[in-house]
């Protein structure tokens, strides 16, 4: 025996099959309830230099349904909040601010967003250029 689907029920999953490619579907989606894998509105910078003790800030956008979980990376190493570093995710914004920066902060900064229905990243390089050595240069008269 079978039980009976409802119109609408049926209606929805031949739309989602059907259709789950083209432009239409993309935007009437989160109307149905289907997941939208996230995608980068705007990317992070290319790369940046700044200066030892300096601070930096990266964002992008990010668009997706439902929730969208957003972890930010540096190298292989997840980042998290710290003096140094402060993030946040509002509005579809993601951002991360790097503070009081050393050469060793130098490196390659993933932004990786997730949900259910997939996962993106976009990365940016970022160089913190030391201070010059003979600045340091005492000279000592004898």
């Known amino acids: 025996m079978f039980t009976q689907v409802p119109k609408v029920y049926i209606f ?6 059907l259709f789950k490619e083209s432009v239409q579907f993309k935007a009437l989606s989160p109307l149905f ?13 290319s790369s940046r230099l700044v200066k030892q ?9 990010i668009g997706g349904s439902p929730e969208i979980k ?30 009081n920066l050393s050469v060793e902060d130098s490196g ?12 993106v990243s976009t990365s940016t390089s970022l160089k913190v250029k030391g201070q010059n050595p003979s600045s340091f240069l005492v000279f000592l008269s004898v």
Request: charged share 25%; hydrophobic share 25%; proline share 7%.
């Open 53 to 61: 003790h300096d601070s930096t800030k990266y964002e992008c956008k």
């Open 12 to 17: 929805c999953y031949i739309f989602h099959c």
């Open 33 to 45: 309830g289907f997941p939208e894998p996230p995608r980068f509105i705007k990317k992070l910078d």
């Open 70 to 99: 957003v972890t930010w990376y540096k190298g292989e190493t997840e980042i998290h909040p710290s003096e140094k570093y402060r993030m946040s995710f509002v509005d579809s914004v993601a951002v991360i601010e790097m503070h």
């Open 108 to 119: 390659d900064y993933t932004c990786e967003a997730q949900n259910p229905a997939g996962s």
